[in-house]
């Protein structure tokens, strides 16, 4: 199912398969989705893009006070505006973040409740106000108050102050915002002794919170919530005190964001005992805590969460093979009886699992059920992950003590997988196709001149993931290289991807060959660090058996981590996204009477019903798209609408990572959405920076890494300081506006562990209409160019694009390209 393995899936695979029961009569109550949320995941209006965020269907996010000094942005109000804009649920202000020191400088209550009183207006004074939690204290048991010391005396003496400016604090917040929810204590870890002590005391006094929240940070956490949890649940009885609200509102360690196979574990749980959580925010703003590459790229990370978005219904009990054990198979499932679908969602090991669904109604499925299982692998933190890919498409007979066996053969440990259950149908599913690939650890390749280094693990929880926890380093001397011995089935093109990581400051290269013949040069993009993994695909052309693919040191410097191989299959299309599993409002209806194609049924679109597909584009330019349809259907994309004939091919302009595509009809069974195609240019208008008329101290900036060797620069910070492309659109309409960039702006706050990069916004005019603002995230180097996708509407003829921005600098211009969305 999952071609080659890396040597430890292999081994695991030939044990007997695990087995993971899910039971559709054990519901758990309606799907909360409450575990996806973040803390200082958005930095910026646009960054992350709306594509990115609504899909998620995020609940809750943590972000500083507006002004707040803790870093240079991600202030809750600013980012609200794109949060609540694309369905965000409530947003927690972490108050204390208005100090510039981490650990927060103690100046004494006295110095906070000034603070205190302006945050508290500046958040009631918002529009949105009651979607706000405050959140007055952050880790109280060790910051000001050192409510974990051993010495009993001492904790007393340290709690009673604690619990007297939890007090001050609580009533002047509601002095100011009277209906205000307020949460706490918000300790570093769970503490029994404390909360004990506190709920006794918020009780009393007349000041519990509305939102319980604790911080759960070790890998013991996956082991030890559960008991957290029911010890919690248990106080709050004791204590005669209604159940409250509770947001673990930091959750997991670096070793767990981006990697779905470690995030299935912490959400299963979360989502089971039905608290909110937050992912912890360990390194750079503005990538929803490592899920979200660049603005609008999804990595494998974001596709676990789209997947948890898209569950409906109520969630049922799941029984992992281990349950409450750290980096085991575990996780979630729900069940829609008026969708008629069952989703699990599952990973945390390597091997073979079977998947055994009980209590499959025949009056809602049938006597069989349709199983269709898809990957979501690890791309790391930076690396691009296409749309899951389809493993299996299976009829599977509902057996007649009503349970249905799903088997799942060479699991990836870092991946998670998605298996969706909808009647069987007549008809037989299209075979998913799965070429041959193969997985090379760079720690097990032939190594000169670098070093092995172990990262992330059990006991280094916030190291950085890495796959097999090890990768190559110190690849820093002339004769640096890694040889990867690789065997390959038949002869032709394969794909090559490369986790690797470049903290050179400057794009860095290396000399890829084939059994020692001519180099081709590889470039690595930036990354912010040496471990924040990126990939790098490549292609090569390979015959049939054993080679040698090495990778020698170029200019500057890269760590490697893992090499991938994936046979290139001529099968169209490259994705289909199924219409059933999509996204809807409306009342569409739901016919599984037929499971052709991709097996799942049809989406009956009529007046008022809406489907959307999260679609994604490997780079920006033309793909082809076709609605598998029974009748005429209508798509809307970048604010474009166009009408389709069943199994009509479009060249519609995509741009690179999500694209929201919009699908409505008079009345059309829908079975899937395809897409097909490599990112086409042609047709596409292009202007280099040089072409640009340029004013007020903006200048053309030489550069060998500019596509013509020069970039547009000192752009910004003033009226005058403005950039100006006359621009030829052969037709009138909607366009994709894409702007290759490069900006490293930063304030270094000199925080302990989190990167403080900065994003930039230039004002974009388009003739005579008014100016829209694009927020250009930081690229990790100046050197290394991005694009961001900004829709415009030209006319026939010559059109005026001009860039500038009066109060700040913009980023750096190489060029821009304008693609008409219909193509």
């Known amino acids: 199912?999952?071609?080659?393995?890396?040597?430890s899936g292999a081994a695991a695979a030939a044990a007997a398969p695990q087995r993971v029961t899910v039971d559709l009569a054990a519901p758990e109550g309606p799907?909360?989705?409450?575990a996806n949320g973040t803390l200082y995941g958005l930095s910026d209006d646009g960054v992350p893009s709306d594509a990115m965020l609504e899909p998620l269907k995020i609940t809750s996010v943590s972000q500083k006070p507006e002004g707040g000094a803790q870093h240079p942005n991600g202030d809750a109000l600013t980012v609200s505006k794109s949060f609540f804009r694309n369905g965000g649920g409530e947003i927690n202000v972490m108050m204390q973040d208005i100090y510039a020191k981490w650990p927060y400088e103690d100046l004494g209550i006295d110095d906070y409740l000034p603070k205190v009183d302006k945050i508290a207006k500046e958040v009631s004074a918002d529009p949105n106000s009651e979607k706000f939690v405050y959140i007055p204290f952050n880790e109280p048991d060790q910051i000001w108050y050192n409510l974990g010391t051993s010495d009993q005396a001492q904790y007393e003496a340290n709690r009673d102050r604690f619990f007297k400016d939890w007090k001050t604090v609580y009533q002047r917040i509601r002095a100011v915002d009277p209906d205000a929810r307020i949460a706490g204590p918000n300790e570093s870890a769970y503490h029994t002794r404390?909360?004990?002590?506190?709920?006794?005391?918020?009780?009393?006094?007349n000041v519990l919170p509305q939102v319980m929240t604790w911080h759960e940070l070790g890998s013991g956490s996956l082991r030890?919530?559960?008991?957290?949890?029911?010890?919690y649940r248990s106080i709050e009885r004791d204590l005669g005190i209604a159940p409250l609200k509770i947001n673990i509102d930091e959750y997991a360690n670096r070793r767990d964001l981006s990697v779905p196979g470690q995030l299935a574990q912490w959400v299963s749980m979360f989502e089971r005992n039905k608290v909110y959580a937050n992912q912890a925010y360990w390194d750079a703003a503005g990538n929803l805590d490592g899920n979200v590459v660049r603005s609008n790229i999804p990595n494998g990370g974001w596709w676990f969460f789209r997947w948890y978005a898209g569950l409906t219904g109520n969630t049922v009990q799941v029984t992992p093979p281990q349950a409450n054990t750290i980096d085991t198979l575990q996780g979630l499932a729900s069940y829609?009886?008026?969708?008629?679908?069952?989703?699990v969602l599952l990973g945390g090991?390597?091997?073979?699992?079977?998947?055994?669904?009980k209590n499959v109604p025949r009056s809602v499925f049938g006597r069989t059920v349709t199983a269709t299982v898809a990957e979501a692998a690890w791309s790391g933190y930076e690396g691009q992950h296409a749309a899951p890919r389809v493993l299996t498409r299976t009829k599977v007979t509902v057996a007649a003590d009503g349970t249905a066996t799903v088997p799942l053969r060479g699991m990836h440990k870092m991946s998670a997988y998605r298996i969706a259950l909808t009647p069987g149908g007549s008809g037989t599913p299209s075979a998913a196709v799965v070429p041959w690939t193969g997985s090379y650890e760079a720690e097990d390749a032939a190594i000169t001149g670098g070093q092995v280094y172990t990262q992330g693990t059990v006991s280094n929880a916030n190291g950085y993931a890495a796959s097999g926890t090890k990768d190559v380093g110190s690849l820093n001397t002339a004769a640096s290289k890694v040889d990867f011995t690789?065997?390959?089935?038949?002869?032709?093109?394969?794909?090559?991807?490369?986790?690797?990581?470049?903290?050179?400051?400057?794009?860095?290269?290396?000399?890829?060959?084939v059994d020692g013949r001519d180099p081709v040069t590889v470039t690595y993009p930036s990354t912010e660090n040496w471990t924040y993994r990126a990939k790098k695909d490549l292609t090569v052309e390979l015959s049939a058996g054993t080679h040698v693919l090495t990778l020698a040191k170029g200019d500057a410097e890269v760590?490697?981590?893992?090499?991938?191989?994936?046979?290139?299959?001529?099968?169209?299309?490259?994705?289909?996204?199924?219409?059933?599993?999509?996204?809807?409002s409306g009342k569409p209806s739901y016919d599984y009477s037929s499971s052709a194609g991709v097996g799942t049924g049809s989406l009956v679109l009529r007046s008022g019903d809406q489907a959307v597909f999260d679609v994604y584009a490997p780079r920006d330019g033309y793909f082809t798209v076709v609605p598998r349809a029974s009748a005429a259907v209508r798509l809307s994309l970048h604010g474009e609408t166009v009408t389709a004939a069943p199994g009509q091919s479009l060249r519609l302009y995509l741009v690179a990572g999500n694209n929201r595509v919009r699908a409505t009809a008079g009345s059309a069974a829908v079975r899937s959405l395809d897409i097909s195609g490599a990112g086409s240019t042609a047709g596409t208008l292009s202007y280099e920076g040089a072409s640009a008329t340029l004013a007020g101290g903006a200048r053309l900036v030489d550069s060998a890494h500019a596509s013509a060797g020069s970039y547009i620069g000192d752009l910004g910070n003033s009226a005058t300081s403005t950039a100006a492309f006359t621009v030829d659109a052969p037709s009138s309409g909607r366009h994709l506006l894409v702007v290759h960039y490069a900006q490293n702006d930063r304030r270094d706050n000199g925080h302990a562990y989190n990167t403080d990069i900065m994003s930039r916004t230039a004002d974009i005019t388009v003739g005579t209409t008014a100016p829209l603002t694009a927020t250009f995230k930081n690229t990790w180097g100046w050197d290394d160019y991005w694009t961001l996708a900004v829709p415009v509407d030209l006319k026939k003829g010559s059109n005026k694009v001009t860039f500038g921005n009066a109060d700040a600098w913009a980023p750096n211009i190489d060029r821009i390209e304008l693609g008409r969305v219909i193509g």
């Open 194 to 205: 404390l909360l004990t002590d506190f709920l006794a005391f918020a009780k009393r006094e």
């Open 224 to 231: 030890d919530f559960q008991g957290h949890y029911d010890t």
């Open 1 to 7: 199912m999952a071609g080659t393995l890396p040597a």
């Open 559 to 584: 760590t490697l981590d893992r090499v991938d191989l994936a046979a290139r299959t001529a099968a169209e299309p490259s994705a289909s996204y199924e219409a059933t599993l999509a996204d809807i």
């Open 349 to 357: 090991s390597a091997g073979d699992s079977d998947v055994v669904v």
């Open 336 to 343: 829609d009886t008026k969708r008629r679908q069952a989703q």
């Open 31 to 34: 799907v909360m989705r409450g």
């Open 486 to 513: 690789v065997t390959v089935p038949k002869a032709g093109t394969y794909d090559l991807a490369v986790l690797y990581g470049n903290q050179s400051g400057t794009p860095a290269t290396q000399k890829l060959s």
